[in-house]
């Protein structure tokens, strides 16, 4: 059945009411019953999941859920692939007008509270190797940093993310923690500045010289104001980000 699989959704705006929306995700429930996740249609899936996350109802958001977490490989799937696809429509559509900002924001919320529901997650030990990812506080999104925490949690790699703290507080958290490894986000020129500044704090104030990582959408935009703001080393790839900080992604 693989790649014949449909999932068809009602058509927008009839597809945005309750009651379809709690169909389609009864509809999934059924499929992921009978049907590996690779026979699944992802991007159907993803524009439903749009759809719940969207809507001013949070009943049929709150029922995928429900079903994700009876079902182990459905639960991986959506917070590894699907809504990973999710993530960066909401992006496309605000800039292509077809969401709003309000519709964007809202939604990027509750897809990341549905990964923190979904998700796993570690508390880094001290005698345990580990890895901090860090968002700061000025960046404007923490969804790419949740979905790579978690992805990475699910590698079996202990991994905690620090969203929204500023510089002093982020020191303390490293120092308690003490990971082998920082992986810091950057989502614009704008905060390469402030970055700069962080990565100074850290090699002045945590005793222990830790590997810093910098990626995140400024590895793509502007690269070589990237490679200077003192990190040990800019990628976006994860393995290499990985084998630098001394880990290796589990196959």
Known sequence: MKGKTQFLLPAVPDGYSTAALNASVAQLARMAASLATTDLPRADIGRLVERLVTHS???PLRALLSLARSNPALDAWLV???FADVAQGLGHGWMEDRLSFVDVTIAATRLQDSIRRLGRFTL???DRESLALIVPAWEQHTLPGTLAADHLRRQG?????IAGCGPAELVFLIERSNPSGLLLSCGSSGSLGRM??????IRKNVAR???IVLGGPIVDSDLPRAQAIGADTVTN???KALSFCGFDLPS
Request: charged share 35%.
């Open 57 to 59: 109802d949070d009943g």
């Open 196 to 201: 700069q500044g962080l990565v100074q704090d």
């Open 237 to 239: 790839d994860l393995t």
């Open 209 to 211: 010289a830790i590997p």
């Open 80 to 82: 590894d692939d699907v």
């Open 157 to 161: 790699i202990a991994t905690r993310l």
């Open 124 to 126: 880094l030990d001290k």
